[in-house]
């Protein structure tokens, strides 16, 4: 069975204010698919829609054609996993027990870890490379470590779709692209979706792009697709030129500060340099 989540015209409205306007999408699995926009553009509402946190105002969300108000809390925690920004840093768990937390969903309320719980949890923290932190308070651990072994957590749900959002924001550049190519190197088995506002990063580790502006699908493809100088300058108001780098494989956006097109670079510069994307 092929696994995916459905959007089918959802809105969301708060107090009367529409958040979210009429957005029909598809996640499928083995892929990541990147939510990306400005701040208030609708990412993390729509990742709560996603979750079951919260439900839309009209349309349906669906997993395998079954509609998610049908699920339980519990059922939902086996479809999906989530990944937030740091979230233990006041809570003196061990390492060990904040990723054995990902069994939780397959357990009645007071019964045991089975062998099988511990020996998933184990696997997890060697994949992720957290198994040096298993007797280690997780407070203790910097930003880095910490959400690593949150990843590890959340892989350790086993879950048919890891939702992430902006896992790395407040991470360093070695952290950042360590957390991303683990659940890049995840994605053969689950369908992923990450929220994120660095746009090169997103141009790199994902495969679909959805770029959302005031609450509506704007474009919607690959990196090269969606991520074009005049998608952003209509969603960023920021002038870009777009390149391929030949070294990761992947677009690689310069943003232009106000008054650059006008110091040494013109549109039509700007449209020659982009021919590089059809002929790299």
Do not use: W
């Not at 060990?96 to 020996?119: Q, S």
């Not at 203790?140 to 924001?169: K, M």
């Not at 407040?170 to 746009?199: C, P, R, S, T, W």
């Not at 960023?236 to 494989?249: M, Q």
């Amino acid at each position: 069975m092929i696994h995916s989540i459905s959007l089918n015209e959802v809105s969301y409205k708060v107090k009367g204010k529409r958040i979210l306007s009429d957005i029909s999408l598809n996640f499928p699995p083995s892929r990541i698919t990147g939510l990306i926009g400005p701040n208030g553009s609708g990412k993390t509402t729509l990742l709560r829609l996603i979750l079951g946190t919260i439900l839309p105002t009209s349309g349906t969300i669906e997993i395998d054609g079954r509609n998610i108000s049908s699920y339980s809390r519990k059922e939902l925690a086996r479809e999906m996993a989530i990944l937030c920004q740091n979230t233990f840093s006041n809570f003196a768990f061990l390492c060990h027990d904040v990723v054995l937390m990902g069994r939780d969903p397959y357990r009645g309320r007071f019964e045991p870890m089975l062998a099988e719980d511990y020996k998933i949890a184990a696997e997890m923290m060697k994949l992720t490379d957290t198994d040096q932190f298993r007797d280690r308070l997780i407070n203790e651990l910097s930003g880095g470590e910490e959400q690593t072994v949150l990843l590890g957590r959340a892989l350790t749900q086993t879950p048919r779709f890891l939702l992430l959002d902006e896992p790395t924001s407040h991470l360093d550049i070695y952290h950042q692209i360590k957390i991303l190519e683990l659940i890049k190197n995840q994605a053969y088995n689950m369908g992923i979706v990450l929220v994120m506002h660095d746009l090169n990063m997103a141009a790199r580790f994902c495969d679909r792009l959805v770029l959302l502006s005031k609450g509506r699908v704007i474009a919607q493809g690959t990196p090269v697709e969606v991520l074009t100088p005049s998608h952003v300058k209509a969603v960023f108001h920021t002038d870009s030129v777009v390149r391929h780098d030949p070294v990761l494989k992947a677009i690689q956006l310069t943003f232009l500060n106000n008054g650059s097109i006008n110091q040494g670079f013109n549109h039509q510069d700007v449209k020659e340099m982009d021919l590089c994307l059809t002929n790299p």
